[in-house]
């Protein structure tokens, strides 16, 4: 084989010769075509395949860059709060821009503002936030030192009266984990560990276990039986003062069973009202006939105070009882041993006594 001769002179864009963009195409053994593009284009489609898979990643974080433009007003007050240079805040905004294919903010010297398309987006980048703040928080509650109390709160009505007496046993049982007990009816917040509640929403990331339904009753004051009567058919009801639960409308659909017999009575409250106790504290002053949980009346009817009405008749239970708790708190031992606890015991108080 001849060898090139050599030369000494230097190679300059003039004597250089040009090499032409290749663009071949290889046949395999296996008929398989490979085809083989310039360097230029190869690299240009790879950036264009990591644009589209990165764009999702990072969609999050930009979303929530733009909650912090908005609520700090400004870039940089965001850059601040967010510890990162403006031009990353800056080049965040214009990013999601690119990525959603909208503007949505309006950037002037003096005022920023959203766009119409901002608007939309604005409220799901909030949300993003703070569904960061509650994992975050969830998070350090999980591996927060087990000696710090468990956080119970409980329905008002049902605490002073179910959940009292069993505090002293549970802390008796499981000394190793303190209790700050609240009595409350706004359920589960971020404040407590646990709740022991009627009124339960669904929500995400909440687990929940039902305690029971407490038996419903009929009663009322020997007085008030005496003034108006003693109802022995439950369509009797309607004619007397009727103090219940709160409903969905004026008008209460009672259903009251007897063996195979069936009774419903629609009545229209002298009270109506969502809090147990304050229904006990109108019925035991006299005012009407009040649909009570059982558990409520139980040292009144002992004791002569109250009466029952139409006791052959049997009622729908009350609303439910519901240990609730963050799902992420599911593991923690502190919280097992208390609602497993609370299951135990509080179960047998709702039956009749």
Request: charged share 20%; glycine share 6%; aromatic share 4%.
């Amino acid at each position: 084989m001849r060898e090139a001769p050599f030369s000494s002179e230097p190679v300059t864009a003039a004597t250089a010769m040009p090499i032409p963009a290749v663009r071949a195409v290889c046949v395999s053994p296996g008929g398989s075509i490979w085809r083989f593009r310039p360097a230029s284009e190869t690299i240009a489609l790879l950036h264009c395949s990591i644009a589209c898979c990165m764009n999702p990643i990072w969609l999050p974080a930009q979303l929530a860059v733009l909650a912090k433009v908005v609520d700090l007003n400004g870039f940089s007050a965001a850059a601040r709060s967010l510890g990162v240079p403006k031009a990353a805040v800056s080049r965040a905004i214009a990013d999601l821009e690119a990525a959603l294919g909208v503007q949505v903010l309006e950037r002037t010297t003096r005022r920023l503002s959203l766009t119409p398309a901002g608007r939309v987006v604005y409220p799901h980048a909030k949300r993003v936030v703070e569904e960061c703040d509650t994992a975050q928080s969830q998070i350090a509650r999980l591996r927060s030192p087990p000696a710090r109390p468990l956080r119970v709160a409980a329905d008002a009505t049902y605490g002073r009266v179910l959940l009292t007496p069993l505090v002293p046993r549970f802390l008796e049982s499981f000394p190793q984990v303190p209790l700050e007990v609240v009595l409350q009816t706004s359920g589960l917040d971020d404040s407590c560990d646990v709740a022991i509640c009627t009124n339960v929403r669904d929500a995400p990331g909440v687990a929940e276990r039902t305690l029971g339904a407490p038996p419903a009753i009929l009663c009322a004051t020997p007085t008030y039986l005496q003034e108006r009567g003693t109802p022995i058919k439950p369509e009797e009801l309607a004619r007397h003062d009727l103090l219940t639960p709160e409903g969905d409308g004026p008008k209460l659909r009672l259903l009251l069973t007897r063996g195979a017999q069936r009774a419903e009575v629609r009545l229209s409250p002298k009270l109506a009202v969502n809090d147990p106790a304050v229904l006990h504290a109108a019925t035991a002053a006299g005012l009407g006939i009040g649909l009570l949980p059982e558990f409520l009346c139980r040292q009144g009817i002992a004791t002569g105070r109250l009466k029952l009405v139409l006791p052959e008749w049997s009622l729908p239970p009350a609303a439910p009882l519901r240990a609730v708790y963050p799902e992420i708190l599911g593991a923690d031992p502190r919280v097992q041993h208390f609602v497993e606890f609370i299951a135990a015991n509080i179960v047998p108080a709702l039956a009749h006594g």
